[in-house]
């Protein structure tokens, strides 16, 4: 009966190692949705800013691209 008491415990102990983690995984996808969601939207106000800039400027890029490849 000792053993399995001792095996319990182990499962105890795992299962709340594994319920750490899982809360700070958690934390980690929030922190992650909030900093794209905040570069997503400095893109899309870049890209209003600039977005004739870049287009004019595109094509340069693409044929310099296919020079390298």
């Known amino acids: 009966m000792n053993r399995v008491h001792e095996e319990l415990e ?23 949705r909030k900093i794209q969601a905040s570069w997503s939207q400095k893109l899309n106000e870049l890209s209003r800013k600039y977005g004739s800039a870049i287009a004019k400027g595109r094509p340069y890029y693409e044929a310099k691209l296919k020079v390298l490849l």
């Open 10 to 32: 182990k499962l105890n102990i795992a299962t709340d190692v594994i319920n750490k983690l899982e809360l700070q995984l958690d934390e980690a996808r929030a922190t992650f």
